[in-house]
């Protein structure tokens, strides 16, 4: 398990460095510093069924969608999600952005994300478009399910669908 201070980069240019662990708060949230590129890959609309996230911009400018609706978050400004609302964030600003996110109570949040990095360094995330790379991501939001899932219904059942293939496809013969 990763702990305070340590970065997990990402293909895209993607930096997210904990500066709190979830194993030091005692579970009682786990805190990132996010150093975004312009267009950074990020995740679809999802919800988190028993977390408050937070975002707080420390430097340049964050798309938050939250409430049906994007808003323009600039430095300085805060924004907290609670349980159950559907959200996600971009970086469109054409410029790299600083964040502060915290998911309250961290539950398997930062094992996530740890994982996600795995997979994509490992090469078996590489992009949504690709069938094997849907089965790693599907299998990973399974894992986790009380702690990311994804807001569209249509979302859901796709991915449901190909958890199912992947592990099958797991299962020895």
């Given at each position: 398990m990763a702990g305070t201070g340590d970065t997990l980069g990402f293909p895209d240019g993607s930096d997210y460095t904990i500066t709190a662990s979830a194993g030091e708060t005692g579970g009682t949230y786990v805190e990132m510093e996010l150093l975004l590129p312009p267009n950074a890959v990020t995740p679809p609309i999802h919800i988190h069924p028993r977390q408050?996230?937070?975002?707080?911009?420390?430097?340049?400018?964050?798309?938050?969608?939250?409430?049906?609706?994007?808003?323009?978050?600039?430095?300085?400004?805060?924004?907290?999600?609670?349980?159950?609302?559907?959200?996600?964030?971009?970086?469109?600003?054409?410029?790299?952005?600083?964040?502060?996110?915290?998911?309250?109570?961290?539950?398997?949040?930062?094992?996530?994300?740890?994982?996600?990095?795995?997979?994509?360094?490992?090469?078996?995330?590489?992009n949504t478009k690709d069938p094997s790379s849907l089965l790693h991501l599907s299998l990973l939001w399974e894992k986790y399910e009380d702690t990311i899932v994804p807001a569209k219904l249509g979302q859901r059942a796709v991915m449901g669908l190909f958890a199912r293939v992947g592990k099958r496809l797991r299962q020895p013969k």
């Open positions: 408050t996230e937070e975002y707080e911009v420390l430097g340049g400018k964050l798309d938050v969608y939250l409430g049906g609706d994007w808003q323009s978050l600039p430095e300085g400004e805060t924004t907290s999600v609670p349980p159950g609302e559907p959200h996600t964030f971009r970086n469109s600003s054409g410029l790299r952005v600083r964040v502060r996110n915290v998911h309250r109570p961290a539950l398997g949040f930062q094992d996530y994300i740890e994982e996600l990095h795995s997979l994509v360094q490992d090469g078996k995330i590489k």
